[in-house]
Structures are given as C-alpha cells and as structure tokens.
C-alpha cells in the first residue's frame, strides 16, 4: 500500500519491480476512493452510478452513443459539485439514456472473444463481467489484468475503439476506484472491438516512415498539407473513419504518418500529447462555430491516458502512447484536417480569471449538464496539475473553451447528442 495526499490505494497487483520496459515516469492522480469514503458527496455519487448501471445501457439510440453518465457525474464530483447538483446532472442525463434490453444469448469464459464488437450483446458483457467478477474473489483490478493485458491480441490494444469511450470509462474506474465503472469499461471495449487492434498487434504495419519527429504538432502541420488526402472526404464526420481505413492508399498515408512519430523519451513526448490534444480542440475552432465534437475526444482520452498509464505495466506504455497517436491521425483525417493555430491559445488574455473560474462554469454554468464540455475543462486543467503551467497554455485554452463553447459540431451523417 501507498498513500496519495493521504488516501490510501493499493497498487494492481501486476506491477511489480521486475516491471522495467520504457514508461512514461509520472506519479498516479489522487484516487478518491467512493466506495469507502462516508461523505455526503461521495456516497452520492457512488449511489448515483450504481443506478445508471441498474438503469440504463451503456449503448443506447441504435447503439451508436455511449452513456456518459459516469463522466459527467465522476468530472463534476471531482471539480466540486455539491449533491444537489450531482442530483441534477443525473436527473438531466438520464432523459436522453435508454433502458436495458435482453441480449440474444449469454457469454461464457470459454467463448467469449467470439463475442467481440456485437454490440447487441451489451447486457450479455455485463453480466458476464459481473460473473467473472465473482470468480476474481470481487477483486476488480484483477479482472481488469485478466481480460485487458492477456492473449495473443490483448484488448488493451484496442482501446481507442468506439471514439476511446472504453479508454475514458477506464480513467474514471481506476480515479474513482469504481468497480462499476470498470465492469461497463470492460463491456464498452467489447462492444466496440473493431480492426484497429491490428495496427498494434501486427508488427508488419510498424514500419519507417519517410520522415520523422517528436512533435505531434509538426507532423499534423504536414499531414494538413499533404495533397494526397485533399478529395478524400467531402464532410467531416465519423463515418469518414471506415473509409479510410478500408482504401488501401488511403489508409498507407494514415500509417505513414501515424509510423512518422518517434518515441524517444516517453514523458516528455506525452507532455507533448497533452499540449497537442488540448490545441487540436481550441487552436482549430473558428469564432462563432461549435467546437469539434471528435476532436475534444483526443483531449479527455489524453487525460484518461494520463490517469491509466501510473497504474498499468510499463510494457504497455509505449503501445498506449502509440495507440493515442494512431487515433489522433486517423480523426483529424476524419474531420478533414483543420489547421492547428497554437496562437489562439497563446494570445488569450486572462483578465484575472483562472481555474476556479473554469471549474465555476463547468459546475454551475449554462453547459454544466454536458458532458463533454465539463470532461474538456477538467481535462485541461488536470494537465496544467500534471506538468506545471508556467506559460498559462493550459489555464489560457480552458478560459477560451469556457467563454466560446456553443455547442458542438463537426458531425457527418450521424449526428450525436
């Protein structure tokens, strides 16, 4: 055991010394611990996620959308919110959540990977899980260690199916110690297996690349000008996605960029992540426009990398990181390369405004129900808690997204809520 700012959390028990592969050096966040913890807030939230996990699926309107509700509920918990107000974003998120619905047949331990990415089977992957459970003596990290990190293709490889929704759920399973969220994590990442495993898990697709650099950054700015993907779509949106990965030349520029990232110091390079996530959401949104709806999903998966990678073994580290980058390719193909303008995050006048500020529109202000509005804020601001903000780029982003943010867009043919 360890304590955190005096909370104690007891590390997985598949980390260990031995553990000596390349990582990226970072102290775990605070674990707030809301199965145990006896204040008010806490035990409503934890009651709260307990009824959106008896309530409603995690894959809801023709099972395209993913249920935020832990998200919503974890981010505004963490940034202050009272009971009452924990009440009420429930209350609203649930209007838009569905009841569960039977699966066509059950899961079992001896087939299950034939099950992956059949998203009709969500209340199948629950229930399986919640078995499993059972049979890991209730220990949820270890179930965790069992299905992610194990196999010939380990699932850990896939975790940016799905828009990184599993990925995400996980963060918030591991920062609020919930093994209700852990079990809809594992169900997410099930549902939403699809081929992007590969590029992880077969070698041959990781290959020189004509050019290289550290900077994620540097590489859009050049993936933005290339002319091979200048009539490749002619509308941003999700949809765009399997279309590029099925065109053999599309999907060669993808990997050539995605190949082009070299990983020499770890930390440093997801500090780097961090910064390009958050200017990927702010530095491409036009005045007056919404901000990009798959983008700021490249921002809260970062965060949720950032409270993963202290608590996973360090084989995966690197393969993480790499995971993150292929998905920050492939979306900003899929949202028809904006350009990436750092100044209008560095030009942002403060005005005596800082992180109360941002956490006082993300608890109390006009968008405090949206959900990836408050993970953005947050997001940011637990960066800035991460890597020092001496320069204000974090606090700067987070008060530009707060005083603009409208509402989202960006969509294609699917248009989300």
């Not at 993913?66 to 107000?85: E, K, R, V």
């Not at 990009?292 to 809260?300: A, M, N, S």
């Amino acid at each position: 055991m360890f304590s955190l700012r005096g909370l104690a959390f007891g590390l997985p028990s598949w980390l260990s010394a031995a553990d000596r592969a390349p990582r990226v050096d970072i102290p775990s966040v605070i674990i707030h611990d809301i199965e145990e913890n006896p204040e008010k807030r806490a035990r409503t939230l934890k009651h709260l996620i307990k009824a959106n996990h008896i309530n409603h699926s995690v894959i809801y309107h023709d099972l395209q959308f993913h249920n935020h509700a832990p998200h919503i509920l974890g981010s505004a918990y963490l940034l202050g919110a009272s009971a009452d107000q924990l009440n009420h974003i429930y209350d609203e998120e649930s209007k838009e959540l569905e009841p569960w619905v039977d699966a066509p047949g059950e899961i079992s331990r001896h087939d299950w990977r034939d099950y992956l990415g059949k998203r009709e089977y969500q209340r199948a992957w629950i229930d399986f899980f919640e078995d499993q459970l059972v049979q890991h003596g209730y220990d949820w990290q270890e179930l965790v260690e069992d299905f992610l990190f194990q196999g010939k293709e380990p699932l850990i490889n896939n975790m940016i199916n799905g828009l990184a929704h599993g990925l995400i759920h996980l963060g918030y399973a591991f920062e609020l110690s919930s093994r209700t969220v852990a079990i809809e994590a594992l169900a997410l990442t099930t549902g939403f297996y699809n081929d992007m495993h590969k590029y992880l898990d077969d070698p041959s697709y990781t290959k020189p690349s004509p050019f290289t650099s550290e900077s994620p950054l540097e590489i859009l700015e050049k993936l933005r000008r290339d002319t091979r993907l200048d009539d490749a779509f002619t509308q941003p949106g999700e949809e765009n996605l399997s279309v590029l990965v099925a065109d053999k030349e599309k999907e060669a520029v993808m990997l050539e960029y995605w190949n082009s990232w070299v990983i020499t110091n770890p930390k440093e390079q997801f500090a780097a992540i961090q910064r390009a996530a958050a200017a990927l959401v702010v530095g491409t949104h036009k005045e007056g426009e919404k901000y990009d709806f798959f983008l700021v999903h490249l921002l809260t998966s970062s965060h949720a990398l950032r409270i993963v990678l202290p608590l996973v073994p360090a084989k995966y580290h690197i393969s993480l990181l790499r995971q993150w980058w292929l998905f920050a390719v492939s979306a900003y193909i899929m949202q028809l390369r904006p350009a990436v303008d750092v100044s209008k995050i560095e030009n942002v006048e403060v005005d005596g405004e800082d992180w109360k500020t941002v956490d006082d529109r993300a608890v109390n202000g006009e968008y405090c129900t949206d959900a990836h509005y408050v993970k953005a804020g947050r997001a940011m601001k637990e960066a800035a808690n991460t890597w020092g903000d001496s320069d204000q780029y974090y606090l700067k982003a987070a008060l530009k997204f707060s005083r603009e943010f409208n509402g989202w867009g960006g969509f294609g043919a699917i248009a989300y809520p």
